[in-house]
């Protein structure tokens, strides 16, 4: 109660001043006595000046998968039946689909119904450069030779560009991921959350440990 929530503010500088931090970006200057840091941690050190150098090859080695993500819309009620499915075929191109609707009728419009299709995009990747355009046209021609849709009921595309989708724990995560928390530890700023830890952790598990984190951060405070 009584929270004061900023939102809808890219954060462009993160910088040490008085005690606290100066937080700044497209919702101007604001003023912290404690940061917890939720962003990919590699973009939050891009943002903050003197940065030792291990500290930062340390961050630019961490491996990830980006994603792209398109929904398809169809004019009729034939996606409400399931919740997702692992397509594990190299010759399709997303490797997971999600129905929409399943989850709740209120997501789709009446007699019509959607599907996620996400694609796995490792950096450097051809899929990478392709257009949203051309990466749609391919999504549907694959699903339609599967028999998931029909590519003359489709009413509706997006397509969502993520740049950090999935961790990768190679050998090195475990230093990398190391130098970089002891470095915010001395810092004062928590980490906290998937890529800000660097961690392939699920949304339960973000949800756990802010909880406990609120709780310690709140204790402190009394
Ligand atoms: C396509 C997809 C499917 C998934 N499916 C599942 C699933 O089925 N089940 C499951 O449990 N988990 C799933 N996940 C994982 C789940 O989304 C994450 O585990 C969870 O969202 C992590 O929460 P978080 O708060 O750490 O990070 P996020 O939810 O990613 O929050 C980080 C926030 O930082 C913000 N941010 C980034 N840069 C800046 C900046 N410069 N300034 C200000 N804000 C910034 C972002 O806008 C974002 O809101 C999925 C993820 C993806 C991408």
Request: hydrophobic residues 40%; charged residues 25%; negative net charge.
């Given at each position: 109660q009584g929270a004061n929530v900023t939102t809808a503010f890219e954060v462009e500088r993160i910088s040490?001043?008085?005690?606290?931090?100066?937080?700044?970006g497209s919702g101007g200057h604001k003023f912290y006595d404690r940061l917890v840091l939720t962003m990919p941690v590699r973009e939050a050190l891009r943002r903050m000046d003197n940065i030792p150098q291990g500290v930062m090859a340390a961050a630019e080695a961490l491996r990830y998968n980006s994603l792209r993500v398109?929904?398809?819309?169809?004019?009729?009620?034939?996606?409400?039946?399931?919740?997702a499915v692992y397509i594990p075929d190299p010759g399709v191109t997303p490797h997971r689909i999600c129905f929409m609707g399943f989850f709740s009728?209120?997501?789709?419009?009446?007699?019509?119904?959607?599907?996620?299709?996400?694609v796995t995009?490792?950096?450097?990747?051809?899929?990478?450069?392709?257009?949203?355009?051309?990466?749609t046209e391919m999504v549907?021609?694959?699903?339609?030779?599967?028999?998931?849709?029909?590519?003359r009921?489709?009413?509706?595309?997006?397509?969502?560009?993520?740049?950090?989708?999935?961790?990768?724990?190679?050998?090195?995560?475990?230093?990398?991921?190391?130098?970089?928390?002891?470095?915010?530890?001395?810092?004062?700023?928590?980490?906290?959350g998937r890529f800000a830890e660097f961690e392939y952790?699920?949304?339960?598990?973000?949800?756990?440990?802010s909880m406990t984190l609120a709780a310690k951060l709140n204790d402190q405070e009394a």
């Open positions: 040490a001043e008085a005690g606290g931090w100066f937080v700044s398109i929904l398809i819309g169809v004019g009729n009620s034939s996606l409400m039946d399931k919740s009728e209120d997501n789709v419009p009446p007699g019509k119904s959607s599907l996620i299709a996400e995009v490792p950096p450097g990747h051809e899929l990478e450069k392709i257009s949203d355009a051309s990466l549907v021609d694959d699903l339609h030779r599967v028999g998931i849709i029909d590519r009921d489709v009413v509706e595309t997006e397509v969502t560009n993520i740049t950090y989708g999935y961790v990768i724990h190679d050998l090195a995560h475990k230093r990398n991921t190391a130098i970089i928390k002891d470095y915010f530890a001395s810092l004062g700023i928590h980490l906290h952790i699920n949304m339960d598990e973000v949800i756990k440990r």
